[in-house]
């Protein structure tokens, strides 16, 4: 872990320079072919935060006063305040700790997914003197950046405060242990490899801390044990 935030610091620097973004300012629009670039580097590093984050849940104690219906430690009414509303907040966007599970198709249906559509290209290239000569394609349109700029701001806001995010975690594992409902998803990370683990674009360093950081996030939170019955 020691090695893990310094390296997710600089992989950060390195797609805000990729970009030419600022504290204050980003692109609007840019290449498709810089975005897929920078998807390559923000999608592992966004990976091995969130198991860095899921490991440090588990290790944050949560007060014994916590009220389990929303999450957070019994106040006085001396104590209680009244918040100033925070506009930039909701609008702003936040790192996602939960990964989207992806499931392959033949689990919940008998029949296999379809297979594969090829591109269709341009064609054999026959030149013929009774047609004009065939122009070079066009090069794809620019994408709008708004979308990867909001999540590379997002990162940099959970690499400089990653305990908050960590004991909001910690407190949903509590508030879960305690409810009576019946048991959900608890643990952020997805089964199967870590997102880029199989890219050879991903820095190996990045690649072997994801290697052994994410086995450990993978297994789920440690369980309490459970109270024994006592017979009258």
Same mark, same amino acid.
């Given at each position: 872990?020691?090695?893990?935030?310094?390296?997710?610091?600089?992989?950060?620097?390195?797609?805000?320079?990729?970009?030419?973004?600022?504290?204050?300012?980003?692109?609007?629009?840019?290449?498709?072919?810089?975005?897929?670039?920078v998807l390559r580097l923000l999608r592992p590093a966004e990976a091995l935060t969130r198991r860095l984050i899921v490991l440090m849940a588990?290790?944050?104690?949560?007060?014994?006063?916590?009220?389990?219906?929303?999450?957070?430690?019994?106040?006085?009414?001396?104590?209680?305040?009244?918040?100033?509303?925070?506009?930039?907040?909701?609008?702003?966007p936040h790192f996602t700790l939960f990964e989207p599970l992806r499931m392959p198709r033949s689990i919940f249906l008998d029949t296999p997914? %379809?297979? #594969?559509?090829? /591109?269709?290209? $341009? +064609? =054999?290239?026959?030149?013929?003197?009774?047609?004009?000569?065939?122009?070079?394609?066009?090069?794809?349109?620019?994408?709008?950046?708004?979308?990867?700029?909001?999540?590379?701001?997002?990162?940099?806001?959970?690499?400089?405060?990653?305990?908050?995010?960590?004991?909001?975690?910690?407190?949903?594992?509590?508030?879960?242990?305690?409810?009576?409902?019946? %048991?959900? #998803?608890?643990? /952020?990370?997805? $089964? +199967? =490899?870590?997102?880029?683990?199989?890219s050879r674009h991903t820095p190996p360093d990045l690649k072997e801390l994801l290697q052994f950081i994410g086995y450990e996030a993978r297994?789920?939170?440690?369980?309490?044990?459970?109270?024994?019955?006592?017979?009258?």
């Open positions: 872990m020691a090695r893990a935030w310094p390296l997710l610091r600089q992989m950060v620097q390195v797609m805000t320079g990729m970009l030419g973004m600022d504290e204050d300012t980003a692109p609007e629009r840019i290449s498709h072919a810089l975005r897929i670039a588990w290790e944050v104690e949560v007060p014994k006063d916590l009220n389990p219906v929303c999450g957070k430690a019994t106040q006085s009414a001396d104590q209680k305040r009244d918040p100033a509303p925070d506009k930039d907040r909701t609008a702003r997914a %379809p297979a #594969r559509l090829k /591109p269709v290209g $341009p +064609g =054999p290239r026959i030149l013929s003197f009774d047609r004009p000569y065939p122009v070079s394609p066009a090069p794809a349109p620019d994408t709008n950046a708004a979308s990867l700029t909001g999540r590379i701001r997002a990162l940099q806001r959970a690499l400089a405060a990653p305990e908050k995010i960590a004991r909001r975690h910690a407190i949903f594992l509590e508030r879960d242990r305690r409810s009576n409902r019946l %048991p959900g #998803r608890v643990n /952020p990370i997805r $089964p +199967g =490899p870590p997102p880029g683990m199989r297994q789920g939170p440690p369980r309490c044990p459970p109270v024994p019955d006592t017979l009258s």
